[in-house]
Nanobody, 124 residues
Framework: QVQLVESGGGLVQAGGSLRLSCAASVSAFSSYAMGWFRQAPGKEREFVGA????????YYADSVKGRFTISRDNAKNTVYLQMSSLKPEDTAVYYC?????????????????WGQGTQVTVSS
């Protein structure tokens, strides 16, 4: 069983920055591609960003391109989401997820394991 735990969420003013972390209890963490998703009230969970096994390939949703940066530290079994220039529309619960195959990184069903989420609230 793989466990993912997000942290770093909180309240921030528009234009501010926040870094989310996702710690994984995975013996072969480097073998998993990792993704970040978010879900706002009344909306479906949506893709935010993803990073390949080695960290050499990174992908982002158009809505966060240029503002968010995903990275990973395999030695610490941790993936990060650095968020800058935050907007009120970024308010959501953010989830990290792990995929053993990484064929369709934008698809929720690509991912095998999910964390419980961390709340990010951006005020105007």
């Amino acid at each position: 069983q793989v466990q993912l735990v997000e942290s770093g969420g909180g309240l921030v003013q528009a234009g501010g920055s926040l870094r989310l972390s996702c710690a994984a209890s995975v013996s072969a963490f480097s073998s998993y591609a990792m993704g970040w998703f978010r879900q706002a009230p009344g909306k479906e969970r949506e893709f935010v960003g993803a990073i390949s096994w080695s960290g050499g390939s990174r992908y982002y949703a158009d809505s966060v391109k240029g503002r968010f940066t995903i990275s990973r530290d395999n030695a610490k079994n941790t993936v990060y989401l650095q968020m800058s220039s935050l907007k009120p529309e970024d308010t959501a619960v953010y989830y990290c997820a792990a995929s053993a195959m990484f064929d369709n990184y934008r698809d929720l069903y690509e991912y095998d394991y999910w964390g419980q989420g961390t709340q990010v609230t951006v005020s105007s």
